[in-house]
């Protein structure tokens, strides 16, 4: 069983920053790819990064630039740094991992971008 669990949301004002931390229980995190996905109360879970076995990254368009992630396969833990944040950031905030044809989810953290 895969367990996940993301901490580091919290409040913080415009401009400012937050990072994010999934630790993935078993040895197998190094072998797959992570992401991490936000979404609002009655809409889509979007993507925001994703990062391969091999360190390969992708983001969201909107994120280009501000956010990064990053993996510590000796913790297996994998991050995301937020800079430059905006209110348009707003969000749950959640980490997952694909096996097989099994998705993994975290319980998700809040992260409210406000003045």
């Known amino acids: 069983q895969v367990r996940l669990v993301e901490s580091g949301g919290g409040l913080v004002q415009p401009g400012g920053s937050l990072r994010l931390s999934c630790a993935a229980s078993?040895?197998?995190?190094?072998?797959?790819?992570m992401g991490w996905y936000r979404q609002t109360p009655g809409k889509q879970r979007e993507l925001v990064a994703t990062?391969?076995?091999?360190?390969?990254?992708n983001y969201a368009d909107s994120v280009k630039g501000r956010f990064t992630i990053s993996r510590d396969n000796a913790k297996n833990t994998v991050y995301l740094q937020m800079n430059s944040l905006k209110p348009e950031d707003t969000d749950v905030y959640y980490c997952n991992i694909v096996i097989g044809a099994t998705t993994y989810w975290g319980q998700g953290t809040q992260v409210t971008v406000s003045s």
């Open positions: 990062i391969s076995n091999g360190g390969s990254t």
């Open positions: 078993g040895s197998i995190f190094r072998l797959y790819a």
